[in-house]
């Protein structure tokens, strides 16, 4: 394997951290310890930027190229979970059922189903009850994972200095 460039950043398929690298997992680090990574991250992923300065934090997280137009080194973005609003939810209906073990959806000459939890026993024309139609979810967040294969992201803290651009 080639010398790394100090601040260069590669996946490894093994669940340890090489000599002269860092997990890429946002940890913060003494500037003094580390000069020539501060160098090149300075404060872009977190620190004070007197004393202390961050690694990236790539746990959970999908790196995506600088050259996308819409993204700048550094940026983060997405949830690993998410719940759904209102707005959010394509248009639809609940239909209310009846009949004594709820198998109809036609209310006519018929009373609200009854199920092992909830009996609803109302007369027509009358108020539906509340509880009639439960919101589901509770507002808990679903996983918003695409599928993923597990690497070890590690960064370099020894190597070349890379070369400035003239």
């Not at 340890?16 to 300075?42: D, F, R």
């Not at 759904?84 to 959806?105: D, F, K, R, V, Y």
Request: aromatic letters at 8%; charged letters at 10%; proline letters at 7%.
């Amino acid at each position: 394997m080639a010398e790394p460039f100090v601040g260069e950043i590669r996946s490894f398929g093994f669940g340890i951290v090489p000599a002269g690298w860092m997990a890429c997992n946002g940890q913060v680090l003494q500037i003094t310890e580390n000069s020539a990574l501060y160098s090149l991250l300075g404060t872009r992923f977190g620190g004070d930027g007197v004393k202390t300065f961050a690694l990236p934090n790539l746990q959970g997280r999908v790196p995506i190229c600088a050259s996308n137009p819409n993204a700048k080194v550094a940026a983060s973005g997405g949830e690993e979970g998410h719940a759904l609003t209102i707005n959010e939810m394509p248009s639809h209906q609940h239909e209310a059922t009846a009949g004594s073990n709820a198998t109809t959806s036609d209310p006519s000459g018929a009373f609200w189903g009854t199920s092992d939890l909830v009996s609803y026993n109302a007369a027509k024309n009358q108020t539906m009850s509340p509880n009639a139609l439960r919101t589901s979810g509770g507002g808990a967040a679903h996983s918003n994972m695409q599928p993923y294969t597990v690497l070890n992201y590690c960064i370099a803290t020894q190597g070349i200095y890379p070369p400035q651009p003239y």
